[in-house]
């Protein structure tokens, strides 16, 4: 099992009022599974994305990942967690505007520690394996809203990680585009990377082995 | 409409308290600073500037010294005043100050001691364009024996009562009478040739005092001397004119003139009516002024032109309903305005708040008179144009605003704007870390003067003087002062008591230059300017001064002899190399024959301003000063106090009509550098200020860049960088720039501080650690500023700045 989520709350004080974000979140998620969380915008879907990521933290309840119990961890032990296997894809794909297409997948394996040479040797691959050696020397806002996706996604690969977290990938692209981004998953997926997404389509859903429906931050 | 864009700006600084702040809070310091430096400074410009100044110069002589003329001093002779007026029809005017010493004024039962004061030609009102209080200013100095006291003097000595035609006697001319002839008003009047009262120059003629200088010839030279040229007349040629002229009886010198404004700031010659100023310290602080003004400006420009970023909304939506651009720079404007006013005015107030404390640490009596804040009108222009400039930018930069991309919230970066603000900041920290190292090599000096060894030890001893007002017979009076140097030896804690006519630290005054004598084997010198004074026997043992050969004068069973005491100086002069070969030699000098007793280590007489002079010490009877060595194992703790006592009921009894008054040679001997003591304070004052200025600076700045990387922060955490990683990146732009500023400040600051010591005779070198230090500490300041707000974007989780979609 990849990781397991046990009765999660989460929640902020406002005006002395409990806003509960997340309410008994139940979750377990194998590895090798395609899943599409769905739900109204303000349901709590990113938060929920979020707290697997481990980029914000939960009030109550139990985390289990890879046999690590998240919720008994430092901050600097989760940020090493979430290094190490998870990778993020965003709906406005937030490449750095000032770095080329190789320096922004070059990114995270700096703060990887990886060595200069095996950092030239899998950028090159994730450059070939995404088709855009062509692009490498160009700067984000010199590509389609679909380029930059797909660069934001072969960021997120570029180290191995055993799971990918999606918000809304597609949320920027017309069909076409999103549909290219979809099959992509999907064939990652067949290759064995675990992907949780935010999906407002029904359609791009279908891709997922699995739907979670969140209403309210809780899941029906 | 203005009114209501009034009321827009106010509540817009009440919402952004810490921006509102930081940015008068800043402006307050700059600009408070700014007017205290440059009260001082104009104070220092308001020496002997009156109607006419600028036509009056003073005559002073240069010495032929090795072939070349050289500055001489202060003085010239009796005769230069009429002889140079006969000369040369452009001078209009002369007028002869001749100093009397400290004065004792007797009037009945009352003593009136510590007055400074001249004899005066009767020109002196006109040449220095001063008026009378009291009296008939045309006859004021006419006559003999007529004295014109300040109006302080003489409320001191006649209160309220008028003082025209009552009668003074001064000490030591017996029942001799002067009359009062007028009274001058000496408050705010600002002269490097101070006088509490002036005698009548024709009492000269017939002043026993003057007795030696009756011959009236060139040979008198203590007379100051300022001549009043015509409107027309060509300086630079009656100048030159003035050095070719050689009064018959004139040798190896040279008259010379210099405006009698400059004087003060930049006249530092032997025997100067008093220390004056030092005119390098004065233009450095006017430098910091203008520095810490604009430092508070950039720092006001950087601070606003980041704020601006955040308020690209409220331009969008403005532009939206239809503003234009003048209307919002107008809006802007005003703001910028309203925070300058406020930021003068606290800045005013601060000023007269700490005036007082600032008077203290510049030991001077500043004040905010109507003329003062009169002469800092142009200043105060100044400020209203730097600060509507320092408005203008962000004006421009918040109009430009694309109001479709604004309304979106999004900050707007123009390069050429994040260049604008990184070159406030590299300015700003190139002022720092130039005034970091001009107070580190100022301090360096000060405390190298301090702890550079005399050559005699001046601690635990005390210059006793005084005058005798019953003075009747030389003998009985001599009796009585053996009887007081004795009665003082009985003392336990007293080590040593000597006679001396002057000692290191001393007014110039009491020493005699001369020029000609005859050395042990043969050869004269006529050219060069040495210096002699006149000790007891003991005086060496009191000072500390070591011997390299020979000792003190052989002890007689008289208090004089012919015996000299010679400094190393001086036998270096007479090109001997074998220094024990001098001791028990004839020198000859003023037509007598002295025997050399021994030679002593060179010993700075005159502060560590002037090199090592040479110098012969006679030994002769002296009354003038008596030196009392403490013997401080002697004493119990603090009691200091209780030998003042003592001696001072020591020679009240024997002197009962007399004044008194005791000085701490070391004191004294410090007081000499006094002035970069001030100097040094005030520049360690204003440069941390202006650090904090820059600070203050730096912090927008910092809010500015991580405002605008935040979602970059962002992205980077996600992808896995340490807060430290963010750490870095963000403060590395900002070490970069310090570095940047260190490079352009090093030479500049190096240049400056080179000239400032270029007026020591002794200087502490500039060494590369004093740079290196700046350069940390500057560095340090930067990151501790700059990490505050990186520390707290760094830390900020990235799911905040990257939700905004
Ligand atoms: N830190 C927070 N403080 C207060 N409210 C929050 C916070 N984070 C999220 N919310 C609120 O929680 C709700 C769920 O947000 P989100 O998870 O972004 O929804 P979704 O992604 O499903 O649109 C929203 O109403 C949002 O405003
Ligand atoms: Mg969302």
Same mark, same amino acid.
């Given at each position: 099992?990849?990781?397991?989520?046990?009765?999660?709350?989460?929640?902020?004080?406002?005006?002395?009022?409990?806003?509960?974000?997340?309410?008994?979140?139940?979750?377990?998620?194998?590895?090798?599974?395609?899943?599409?969380?769905?739900?109204?915008?303000?349901?709590?879907?990113?938060?929920?994305?979020?707290?697997?990521?481990?980029?914000?933290?939960?009030?109550?309840?139990?985390?289990?990942?890879?046999?690590?119990?998240?919720?008994?961890?430092?901050?600097?032990?989760?940020?090493?967690?979430?290094?190490?296997?998870?990778?993020?894809?965003?709906?406005?794909?937030?490449?750095?505007?000032?770095?080329?297409?190789?320096?922004?997948?070059?990114?995270?394996?700096?703060?990887?520690?990886?060595?200069?040479?095996?950092?030239?040797?899998?950028?090159?691959?994730?450059?070939?394996?995404?088709?855009?050696?062509?692009?490498?020397?160009?700067?984000?806002?010199?590509?389609?809203?679909?380029?930059?996706?797909?660069?934001?996604?072969?960021?997120?690969?570029?180290?191995?990680?055993?799971?990918?977290?999606?918000?809304?990938?597609?949320?920027?692209?017309?069909?076409?585009?999103?549909?290219?981004?979809?099959?992509?998953?999907?064939?990652?997926?067949?290759?064995?990377?675990?992907?949780?997404?935010?999906?407002?389509?029904?359609?791009?859903?279908?891709?997922?082995?699995?739907?979670?429906?969140?209403?309210?931050?809780?899941?029906? | 409409?203005?009114?209501?864009?009034?009321?827009?700006?106010?509540?817009?600084?009440?919402?952004?308290?810490?921006?509102?702040?930081?940015?008068?809070?800043?402006?307050?310091?700059?600009?408070?600073?700014?007017?205290?430096?440059?009260?001082?400074?104009?104070?220092?410009?308001?020496?002997?500037?009156?109607?006419?100044?600028?036509?009056?110069?003073?005559?002073?002589?240069?010495?032929?010294?090795?072939?070349?003329?050289?500055?001489?001093?202060?003085?010239?002779?009796?005769?230069?005043?009429?002889?140079?007026?006969?000369?040369?029809?452009?001078?209009?005017?002369?007028?002869?100050?001749?100093?009397?010493?400290?004065?004792?004024?007797?009037?009945?039962?009352?003593?009136?001691?510590?007055?400074?004061?001249?004899?005066?030609?009767?020109?002196?009102?006109?040449?220095?364009?001063?008026?009378?209080?009291?009296?008939? $200013?045309?006859?004021?100095?006419?006559?003999?024996?007529?004295?014109?006291?300040?109006?302080?003097?003489?409320?001191?000595?006649?209160?309220?009562?008028?003082?025209?035609?009552?009668?003074?006697?001064?000490?030591?001319?017996?029942?001799?009478?002067?009359?009062?002839?007028?009274? +001058?008003?000496?408050?705010?009047?600002?002269?490097?040739?101070?006088?509490?009262?002036?005698?009548?120059?024709?009492?000269?003629?017939?002043?026993?005092?003057?007795?030696?200088?009756?011959?009236?010839?060139?040979?008198?030279?203590?007379?100051?001397?300022?001549?009043?040229?015509?409107?027309?007349?060509?300086?630079?040629?009656?100048?030159?004119?003035?050095?070719?002229?050689?009064?018959?009886?004139?040798?190896?010198?040279?008259?010379?003139?210099?405006?009698?404004?400059?004087?003060?700031?930049?006249? %530092?010659?032997?025997?100067?009516?008093?220390?004056?100023?030092?005119?390098?310290?004065?233009?450095?602080?006017?430098?910091?002024?203008?520095?810490?003004?604009?430092?508070?400006?950039?720092?006001?420009?950087?601070?606003?032109?980041?704020?601006?970023?955040?308020?690209?909304?409220?331009?969008?939506?403005?532009?939206?309903?239809?503003?234009?651009?003048?209307?919002?720079?107008?809006?802007?404007?005003?703001?910028?305005?309203?925070?300058?006013?406020?930021?003068?005015?606290?800045?005013?107030?601060?000023?007269? $708040?700490?005036?007082?404390?600032? %008077?203290?640490?510049?030991?001077?009596?500043?004040?905010?008179?109507?003329?003062?804040?009169?002469?800092?009108?142009?200043?105060?222009?100044?400020?209203?144009?730097?600060?509507?400039?320092?408005?203008?930018?962000?004006?421009?930069?918040?109009?430009?605003? %694309?109001?479709?991309?604004?309304?979106?919230?999004?900050?707007?970066?123009?390069?050429?704007?994040?260049?604008?603000?990184?070159?406030?900041?590299?300015?700003?920290?190139?002022?720092?870390?130039?005034?970091?190292?001009?107070?580190?090599?100022?301090?360096?000096?000060?405390?190298?003067?301090?702890?550079?060894?005399?050559?005699?030890?001046?601690?635990?001893?005390?210059?006793?003087?005084?005058?005798?007002?019953?003075?009747?017979?030389?003998?009985?009076?001599?009796?009585?002062?053996?009887?007081?140097?004795?009665?003082?030896?009985?003392?336990?804690?007293?080590?040593?008591?000597?006679?001396?006519?002057?000692?290191?630290?001393?007014?110039?005054?009491?020493?005699?230059?001369?020029?000609?004598?005859?050395?042990?084997?043969?050869?004269?010198?006529?050219?060069?300017?040495?210096?002699?004074?006149?000790?007891?026997?003991?005086?060496?043992?009191?000072?500390?001064?070591?011997?390299?050969?020979?000792?003190?004068?052989?002890?007689?069973?008289?208090?004089?002899?012919?015996?000299?005491?010679?400094?190393?100086?001086?036998?270096?002069?007479?090109?001997?190399?074998?220094?024990?070969?001098?001791?028990?030699?004839?020198?000859?000098?003023?037509?007598?024959?002295?025997?050399?007793?021994?030679?002593?280590?060179?010993?700075?007489?005159?502060?560590?301003?002037?090199?090592?002079?040479?110098?012969?010490?006679?030994?002769?009877?002296?009354?003038?000063?008596?030196?009392?060595?403490?013997?401080?194992?002697?004493?119990?703790?603090?009691?200091?106090?209780?030998?003042?006592?003592? +001696?001072?009921?020591?020679?009240?009894?024997?002197?009962?009509?007399?004044?008194?008054?005791?000085?701490?040679?070391?004191?004294?001997?410090?007081?000499?550098?006094?002035?970069?003591?001030?100097?040094?304070?005030?520049?360690?004052?204003?440069?941390?200020?202006?650090?904090?200025?820059?600070?203050?600076?730096?912090?927008?700045?910092?809010?500015?860049?991580?405002?605008?990387?935040?979602?970059?922060?962002?992205?980077?955490?996600?992808?896995?960088?340490?807060?430290?990683?963010?750490?870095?990146?963000?403060?590395?732009?900002?070490?970069?720039?310090?570095?940047?500023?260190?490079?352009?400040?090093?030479?500049?600051?190096?240049?400056?501080?080179?000239?400032?010591?270029?007026?020591?005779?002794?200087?502490?070198?500039?060494?590369?650690?004093?740079?290196?230090?700046?350069?940390?500490?500057?560095?340090?300041?930067?990151?501790?500023?700059?990490?505050?707000?990186?520390?707290?974007?760094?830390?900020?989780?990235?799911?905040?700045?990257?939700?905004?979609?």
């Amino acid at each position: 099992m990849l990781l397991q989520l046990n009765n999660i709350f989460k929640w902020v004080n406002s005006g002395g009022q409990r806003i509960f974000l997340l309410k008994d979140i139940n979750l377990e998620v194998e590895e090798g599974e395609f899943i599409s969380i769905m739900g109204p915008s303000g349901s709590g879907k990113s938060t929920l994305l979020n707290v697997i990521g481990m980029l914000d933290t939960f009030d109550e309840g139990e985390y289990n990942f890879l046999e690590e119990s998240v919720h008994d961890l430092k901050e600097k032990h989760r940020a090493n967690l979430y290094k190490e296997y998870i990778g993020f894809v965003f709906q406005s794909y937030h490449l750095l505007d000032e770095l080329t297409v190789q320096e922004n997948l070059e990114m995270p394996l700096i703060y990887k520690k990886f060595k200069g040479s095996e950092r030239k040797a899998m950028v090159a691959d994730m450059l070939d394996r995404f088709s855009i050696v062509g692009k490498k020397d160009l700067f984000p806002a010199q590509l389609s809203g679909g380029q930059q996706q797909l660069v934001g996604i072969a960021r997120a690969l570029i180290s191995n990680p055993k799971l990918i977290l999606a918000d809304e990938p597609t949320g920027n692209l017309n069909s076409k585009q999103g549909e290219e981004i979809m099959e992509l998953f999907k064939q990652l997926n067949d290759e064995g990377v675990t992907i949780i997404q935010v999906t407002h389509s029904e359609k791009n859903a279908e891709y997922g082995s699995r739907i979670i429906n969140l209403l309210d931050g809780r899941m029906i | 409409m203005y009114k209501l864009y009034l009321k827009i700006a106010s509540r817009y600084l009440f919402k952004n308290k810490l921006y509102s702040f930081i940015n008068i809070f800043g402006l307050t310091v700059g600009i408070a600073s700014f007017i205290l430096i440059m009260l001082y400074v104009n104070h220092e410009h308001s020496y002997d500037k009156f109607e006419g100044s600028d036509r009056v110069y003073r005559v002073y002589m240069d010495y032929l010294e090795g072939g070349k003329y050289v500055p001489g001093d202060a003085n010239a002779y009796i005769l230069s005043g009429p002889a140079l007026q006969e000369q040369f029809p452009e001078i209009e005017e002369f007028a002869r100050l001749r100093r009397l010493g400290e004065v004792v004024l007797l009037h009945d039962d009352g003593i009136f001691d510590h007055n400074t004061a001249s004899l005066a030609d009767p020109t002196y009102f006109d040449v220095f364009d001063r008026s009378l209080e009291k009296g008939d $200013i045309a006859n004021a100095l006419s006559e003999p024996y007529s004295i014109v006291l300040s109006t302080a003097l003489s409320k001191k000595i006649f209160g309220d009562a008028d003082p025209l035609g009552k009668t003074l006697k001064i000490a030591g001319s017996g029942d001799l009478l002067f009359t009062v002839t007028g009274t +001058m008003d000496n408050k705010g009047y600002n002269t490097h040739l101070k006088n509490d009262f002036l005698v009548s120059f024709k009492t000269f003629y017939t002043w026993e005092r003057f007795k030696q200088d009756w011959d009236y010839t060139w040979n008198q030279n203590a007379y100051f001397t300022y001549i009043k040229v015509d409107k027309n007349a060509d300086i630079a040629q009656l100048g030159q004119k003035i050095m070719d002229y050689v009064p018959e009886g004139l040798k190896n010198e040279r008259h010379h003139i210099e405006p009698i404004e400059d004087i003060h700031l930049n006249s %530092n010659k032997p025997y100067e009516a008093e220390t004056n100023g030092n005119g390098n310290n004065v233009r450095f602080l006017a430098i910091i002024a203008f520095i810490t003004l604009l430092l508070c400006w950039m720092n006001y420009m950087n601070l606003s032109s980041s704020k601006s970023l955040e308020r690209a909304k409220e331009v969008g939506i403005r532009k939206v309903v239809g503003a234009k651009k003048p209307q919002l720079a107008l809006q802007f404007l005003l703001e910028s305005a309203l925070l300058n006013f406020v930021a003068i005015i606290l800045a005013m107030l601060s000023v007269y $708040i700490l005036l007082p404390s600032f %008077n203290d640490l510049v030991e001077q009596d500043l004040g905010l008179d109507k003329a003062q804040l009169m002469s800092l009108l142009p200043y105060l222009a100044i400020m209203l144009v730097g600060a509507s400039l320092a408005a203008f930018y962000p004006a421009f930069v918040l109009t430009r605003f %694309n109001p479709t991309k604004a309304l979106k919230g999004k900050a707007q970066t123009s390069s050429g704007g994040a260049f604008f603000i990184k070159s406030l900041v590299v300015c700003q920290f190139v002022a720092t870390i130039a005034l970091l190292i001009g107070t580190f090599v100022a301090n360096k000096q000060i405390h190298f003067l301090k702890n550079r060894p005399i050559g005699a030890n001046l601690e635990p001893v005390i210059a006793l003087k005084g005058q005798v007002l019953n003075k009747t017979s030389d003998s009985l009076f001599n009796m009585s002062f053996d009887a007081f140097e004795d009665e003082l030896r009985k003392i336990p804690y007293i080590a040593e008591v000597t006679g001396a006519g002057t000692y290191p630290g001393d007014s110039f005054d009491n020493l005699n230059s001369n020029m000609g004598i005859t050395f042990p084997n043969g050869k004269t010198d006529e050219k060069h300017i040495w210096y002699n004074y006149s000790v007891g026997a003991e005086y060496f043992d009191v000072m500390g001064m070591e011997f390299v050969a020979g000792g003190p004068f052989i002890q007689t069973s008289q208090k004089s002899s012919n015996n000299v005491v010679i400094n190393e100086k001086m036998v270096h002069f007479m090109e001997v190399t074998d220094v024990e070969s001098i001791v028990g030699k004839t020198i000859n000098y003023w037509g007598a024959d002295w025997t050399v007793a021994g030679v002593i280590k060179d010993y700075n007489h005159s502060g560590m301003k002037s090199p090592v002079v040479p110098m012969v010490i006679r030994h002769t009877r002296n009354s003038q000063n008596v030196l009392v060595k403490l013997d401080r194992k002697a004493m119990t703790m603090g009691n200091t106090e209780k030998a003042l006592d003592d +001696m001072n009921r020591i020679w009240h009894q024997i002197f009962p009509v007399s004044t008194y008054n005791y000085t701490f040679l070391d004191q004294k001997y410090e007081a000499l550098f006094k002035d970069e003591q001030k100097f040094a304070k005030a520049f360690q004052l204003f440069t941390v200020l202006a650090i904090l200025i820059a600070s203050l600076g730096l912090f927008g700045l910092t809010s500015y860049t991580c405002l605008q990387r935040t979602k970059e922060i962002g992205i980077r955490k996600v992808n896995g960088a340490t807060i430290t990683q963010i750490l870095s990146l963000l403060n590395k732009d900002f070490v970069k720039w310090v570095g940047l500023a260190f490079v352009i400040a090093v030479p500049v600051a190096w240049y400056a501080m080179d000239k400032w010591l270029s007026v020591f005779a002794y200087k502490t070198p500039l060494s590369w650690w004093v740079f290196a230090l700046a350069g940390i500490l500057a560095l340090m300041i930067a990151l501790l500023t700059v990490s505050w707000q990186s520390l707290k974007a760094a830390m900020t989780n990235p799911v905040e700045s990257l939700r905004s979609e």
